[in-house]
T-cell receptor
Framework: DGGITQSPKYLFRKEGQNVTLSCEQNLNHDAMYWYRQDPGQGLRLIYY???????QKGDIAEGYSVSREKKESFPLTVTSAQKNPTAFYLCASIPHGRDYGYTFGSGTRLTVV | GNSVTQMEGPVTLSEEAFLTINCTYTATGYPSLFWYVQYPGEGLQLLLK?????DKGSNKGFEATYRKETTSFHLEKGSVQVSDSAVYFCALSNAGNMLTFGGGTRLMVKP
């Protein structure tokens, strides 16, 4: 079955460490997105990519980086510059066109220890 | 720009009660409208959608009607179950792919 796979489900980061969250989709979707969700809060857009080798900053891009070398993959790196990275991270994708809505992955919960 | 406003939660109901979660939007043109559901510790799942005015989206007993005259897309269910306890997000999609989300409404259903 097609879908989006996020890994790992749980991730622990030490202070000053960079960590990379994986997002892979086999839906042949063009656009991919990363969102951050804090407890009891809504979704905030970190980065998005409409096409391979191109991506744009969202509302809270500082302290994060991404790449889009393949259509299927959109990894997110949480750098040491992100001072408060503990959150739930969601990846989503969508085919071209506005009527479909996103397909979401199951999320990665990142905790700083 | 686009925006989505949802009623703040939590909404607490007894099992078999009637549910309404209000959602209003601001957008130019004719957006598509969506409801997503998020169960604890999981990603968001598409619950239903409507792509033009007066369309009714429905799924799993939930319904929402695209009302352009009131710019609303309220979610309703006639008889909620404990298993419906989750966070519900209203969203819209306008020109381009990107969705604009509301802040989410937590529903708690008690037996």
């Amino acid at each position: 079955d097609g879908g989006i796979t996020q890994s790992p489900k749980y991730l622990f980061r030490k202070e000053g460490q960079n960590v990379t969250l994986s997002c892979e989709q086999n839906l042949n979707h063009d656009a991919m997105y990363w969102y951050r969700q804090d407890p009891g809060q809504g979704l905030r857009l970190i980065y998005y990519s409409q096409i391979v080798n191109d991506f744009q900053k969202g509302d809270i891009a500082e302290g994060y980086s991404v790449s889009r070398e393949k259509k299927e993959s959109f990894p997110l790196t949480v750098t040491s510059a992100q001072k408060n990275p503990t959150a739930f991270y969601l990846c989503a994708s969508i085919p071209h066109g506005r009527d479909y809505g996103y397909t979401f992955g199951s999320g990665t919960r990142l905790t700083v220890v | 720009g686009n925006s989505v406003t949802q009623m703040e939660g939590p909404v607490t109901l007894s099992e078999e009660a009637f549910l309404t979660i209000n959602c209003t939007y601001t957008a130019t043109g004719y957006p598509s409208l969506f409801w997503y559901v998020q169960y604890p510790g999981e990603g968001l799942q598409l619950l239903l959608k409507a792509t033009k005015a007066d369309d009714k989206g429905s799924n799993k007993g939930f319904e929402a009607t695209y009302r352009k005259e009131t710019t609303s897309f309220h979610l309703e269910k006639g008889s909620v179950q404990v298993s419906d306890s989750a966070v519900y997000f209203c969203a819209l999609s306008n020109a381009g792919n990107m969705l604009t989300f509301g802040g989410g409404t937590r529903l708690m259903v008690k037996p």
